[in-house]
């Protein structure tokens, strides 16, 4: 007989891509109220519906900011006694077995559905074993049956790839070295026209960010701490980073576009990094928020999937008609989504908390 660790949340265990120490310092609150923060615009700008301008804003910090906080809770909370190897471990079950089990979810749906109504047009000539090979290699644009699960890959290149580097230089010249890669990546690779697997495309630009939040645990406590002060700096830098978005275009990591001027997709990516920290102040002390917060890894996984579901079962029952889904499903299917994971939370950890990084231990 077996029960769930009693300690760690699932994503205690993976999000940042590390463990916390026992008897470390305290976790920063803004942490987990920004990780919540950035996964409630991932998983409402992935719903139909989403007004353009919404996209535009969100997209251009929303995925740097999830490495750049990652980066800060691994600097400053992460255990110092752990080796390489026993990190690597920790790292394939906390983000590869996540990976390996809700992309399969993905594809047992996707081959039951693809050859109903529409999707027969899009996914019908594609053979049944293209998204296993799609599964092995980890390209991004590959991921079809599962888009989300792309950022998985690359969280644990990233992280590897920081600790080696680690092992030999100081933080600050990781950042500096990684801007420096990033920025020659960004104007080199996308025009090669060729991805490579494993996330290992997007590692330069991710290790940027992730190297940058690697920072924040000296530049946190400058950051405003009081109400006020905080929603004053999060509105002002919330219409310069609108400002930037419009200027620049779409931002799309995975699929390795970084607007107009990659100048802009840095600066804007950081300031909305730094409001969305901001913002997380004014919100820290909310129950559901500090949840979301704590529950990222399932609700990435999890969230395309119900809004396959429920758009499959509009397009059956006719919901949409002629017509196209507005903002009102955009918000409908969020809040589905995110109220979806609280059941599935219960039973993945009593069940199967191997699928969420999570281990279990013998009673």
Not at 215 to 236: D, E, K, M, N
Not at 303 to 323: D, I, Q, R
Request: proline residues 6%; charged residues 10%; aromatic residues 12%.
């Amino acid at each position: 007989m077996s029960a769930v660790e009693s300690r760690p949340a699932p994503s205690e265990v993976h999000d940042a891509g590390v463990r916390v120490a026992a008897g470390a310092r305290a976790r920063d609150p803004r942490i987990d109220a920004a990780k919540a923060i950035a996964i409630l615009l991932v998983v409402f700008c992935h719903a139909k519906g989403v007004p353009h301008g919404m996209t535009l804003f969100a997209y251009s910090f929303h995925v740097p900011l999830f490495f750049l906080v990652s980066g800060w809770l691994a600097a400053g909370y992460a255990s110092r006694t752990t080796s390489l190897a026993q990190t690597m471990t920790k790292q394939v079950r906390s983000l590869l077995l996540p990976y390996v089990t809700f992309y399969l979810l993905g594809y047992a749906y996707w081959l039951l559905t693809r050859n109903i109504g529409e999707k027969a047009a899009r996914w019908g000539s594609h053979p049944w074993w293209e998204p296993i090979v799609s599964l092995l290699t980890g390209i991004g644009p590959d991921l079809y049956v599962q888009p989300p699960l792309w950022f998985l890959p690359v969280m644990l290149v990233t992280v590897i790839g920081y600790m080696l580097l680690r092992r030999v230089l100081p933080p600050l010249a990781i950042a500096a070295v990684a801007l420096v890669a990033a920025w020659v990546w960004m104007n080199w690779f996308p025009a090669q026209g060729v991805r490579l697997f494993f996330g290992l495309d997007v590692l330069p630009v991710s290790l940027c960010f992730y190297a940058l939040g690697a920072l924040l645990i000296h530049v946190s406590p400058r950051l405003p701490t009081s109400l006020p002060v905080s929603a004053v700096v999060t509105v002002v830098l919330a219409f310069a980073v609108a400002w930037l978005a419009q200027i620049n275009g779409r931002i799309d990591v995975n699929m390795l576009q970084f607007g107009r001027s990659h100048a802009v997709f840095l600066l804007s990516a950081v300031l909305g990094s730094l409001m969305v920290i901001c913002a997380a102040r004014l919100v820290q002390g909310w129950a559901w928020i500090r949840w979301i917060g704590r529950n990222t890894l399932l609700i990435l996984c999890t969230h395309m999937l119900v809004f396959f579901v429920l758009s499959g079962v509009a397009a059956v029952a006719g919901g949409f008609g002629s017509a196209r889904p507005g903002l009102g499903w955009a918000i409908f299917v969020t809040v589905f989504a995110l109220a979806a994971c609280v059941p599935m939370r219960w039973f993945l950890m009593r069940f199967a908390p191997w699928t969420l990084g999570a281990r279990t231990v013998t009673a």
